[in-house]
């Protein structure tokens, strides 16, 4: 019985011993170069190339540009503020929000809508407080109904660890305090 894997097509795709044994002879042969390929390869060899170097100087660049960019905007609206502020009111409620990272949070009437008795507002001002001491103190002014300042900052983004609001209160003043 014959070789099952034998066929009598020549196959493309692997060289024979033959040709091997051909490519072998052929290196092996001096190759004869004329003075004009003798100088252009002396040149060649002899010259640093400058395109791959100022490739990769591009590339790098370009990518520590575009960190740079992506780094400096992430700070303008993530931390730092683009309003500082206040606002004076009647606090209505503090409460602590969170599972893990907790905040207070915090909803207060704008003076301006207690003025304004004519239209019906939907809801007041709310802010976060990210200290236990401030929020102490707006509890104990959301007791006694007396007027605030609340000084605040806000940002243009909000993190969800930071609270729910992208105002950050960072003092309380009640009416009559300095």
Do not use: C
Not at 5 to 24: I, V
Not at 64 to 77: E, H, K, M
Not at 132 to 160: C, H, I, N, W
């Amino acid at each position: 019985m014959g070789n099952l894997f034998s066929d009598k097509y020549d196959d493309h795709f692997y060289s024979s011993k033959k040709d091997e044994e051909e490519q072998k002879k052929k290196e092996q042969q001096p190759v004869e170069e004329t003075p004009e390929e003798r100088e252009e390869r002396e040149l060649r060899e002899l010259t640093y190339d400058r395109s791959s170097k100022r490739k990769r100087i591009l590339i790098i660049g370009g990518v520590v540009l575009l960190v740079l960019g992506v780094s400096i905007a992430l700070w303008l609206r993530y931390f730092h503020p683009y309003i500082v502020s206040e606002e004076r009111g009647v606090i209505l409620k503090v409460q602590s929000e969170g599972t893990i990272l907790k905040t207070y949070e915090v909803q207060m009437i704008s003076e301006k809508y207690i003025a304004d008795t004519v239209r019906a507002y939907k809801s007041g001002f709310e802010f976060t407080i990210k200290s236990d001491s401030l929020a102490a103190k707006a509890s104990r002014l959301q007791s006694t109904g007396r007027r605030v300042t609340v000084k605040y900052e806000e940002f243009k983004g909000m993190l969800p660890w930071r609270g729910e609001t992208n105002r950050f209160a960072t003092d309380i003043i009640a009416d009559g305090e300095y």
